[in-house]
């Protein structure tokens, strides 16, 4: 089965300032996908981005946009003109072809005003 | 938009009970899960099932199990509830390839 390593519990970032969240992950799998969620105080898991792994261009979302180094098997996750309601757990998670999905540990994100 | 619903938000239950955590998709997804998540652990998968009457084991099944009847409803059962299953639950389905979609998750204390 996938790993996904957080090594980053907590974070902070000022209003308006980016941030970039760390993840590494490790599957045997040549065939997966590697996705970003945010869960606010509401406990309600939102997807905020999906890479697929073949792809070689980074995922992009609006302020959210990840940098994928395959090789490295690393995928950050970078919040640009960070806003109050960007303030929540996120979560790195790696999908291989069997379908059952793996989470790591967590980030905490803190957006000081 | 999928909804998936998780019967209860919060349940409070005592040592030795036998607990069931309903959930149900609308979707028609073949893939339904079930996780626990727990400070500075994430997200762990108990169990899954991708199809009516399937189940497999995920990372952590110890102490629990799951009914697929229907294709919409994923049941988690504690068979009897200790402390340390004082947890977050988290249901989510899916199509094939996609990301998931979770409930709002139910928060679970063993007394």
């Known amino acids: 089965a996938q790993t996904v390593t957080q090594s980053q519990p907590e974070m902070s970032v000022q209003e308006a300032e980016t941030v970039t969240l760390s993840c590494t992950y490790d599957?045997?799998?040549?065939?997966?996908?590697l996705f970003w969620y945010k869960q606010p105080p509401s406990r309600q898991m939102i997807l905020v981005i999906r890479q697929e792994a073949y792809k070689q261009q980074n995922a992009t979302e609006n302020r959210f946009s990840v940098n994928f180094q395959k090789a490295a098997k690393s995928f950050s996750l970078k919040i640009s003109d960070s806003q109050l309601g960007d303030a929540a757990m996120y979560f790195c998670a790696c999908r291989a072809k069997n379908n059952d999905m793996r989470f790591g540990a967590g980030t905490r994100l803190t957006v000081k005003p | 938009d999928v909804k998936v619903t998780q019967s209860s938000r919060y349940l409070v239950k005592r040592t030795g009970e036998k607990v069931f955590l309903e959930c149900v998709q609308d979707?028609?997804?073949?893939?339904m899960f079930w996780y626990r998540q727990d400070p500075g652990l994430g997200l762990r998968l108990i169990y899954f099932?991708?199809?009516?009457?399937?189940?497999e084991k995920g990372d952590i099944p110890e102490g629990y199990s799951v009914s697929r009847e229907k294709k919409e409803r994923f049941s988690l059962i504690l068979e009897s509830a200790s402390t340390n299953q004082t947890s977050m639950y988290l249901c989510?389905?899916?199509?094939?390839?996609?990301?998931?979609?979770f409930g709002s998750g139910t928060r679970l204390t063993v007394v």
């Open positions: 099932s991708y199809d009516v009457k399937m189940k």
């Open positions: 599957t045997s799998e040549s065939d997966y996908y």
């Open positions: 989510a389905s899916s199509l094939n390839k996609d990301g998931y979609t």
């Open positions: 979707m028609d997804h073949e893939n």
